[in-house]
């Protein structure tokens, strides 16, 4: 399997090849999509457009829909809920659709919508995401991270090295690294491994989350490795279901 990563949307190169894409957004999107499906949810639909979102889900009974969105951290207003992966409990989204928009996460989901298969992965279910990817036999497979506002982000690159390193652990399947920037996700993941939760707050998102608000639960929930067996996964062009 071929692997490449690339930090942001804007830095994948237009004619790429692959047809897998796994997205991540540690901070919190990718989280809040794989507890929301996890939790029972019917589907998440990205939406990087606001307008689009609001138009959209108006087609769907209120009863049925919940809107979820994000700016710079924070619940947008008219919303049900902001991007929080401890908010999206069984008792509030359970066969629901949500509608949902974040700063940087969706537009990544953007970017990749019309790969073959697109996934959703962050640390909570990096085994198995990993392990979908095993099962398939991708030849080429582009991690996707979320950055912020176009730059580099530190959390997506610690999950894009755990997703690495679990792949190259395995007797199935031999991985061949594409690009430095897995490299240096990879010794990003073996620095911080053992301290998941110190990476997340050490980030300068996970620092403007502790400047905006305690968010000790959402750091707490976004750091458990392995934690949860849902594969969100692109079934319609960007809408997520569980596997
Ligand atoms: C994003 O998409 O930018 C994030 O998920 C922001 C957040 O922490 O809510």
Redesign the pocket.
Known sequence: MDLSYYHVADDVPENIEEETAVVI?V???TTTIACALNNGAASVQTFADLDLLKKESSLWPSSERILLG?RG?KKLEGFDLG?SPIAVTKDVVEDKRIFMS?????RSFARVRDFKNVYAMSLVNRKAVGEKLLSQKNDQVLILG?G?EGSYSLEDSLAAGALASFLMSSKQNSVQIINDELNAAIALWTCWETDLIGCLRKST?GQR?QRIGNHDQDFLCCSELDNISTVPEQREKGILFSL
């Open positions: 957004d901070l919190r999107a994000e951290g991007n974040t700063t940087n996460g969706t979320s912020w998102h989350l």
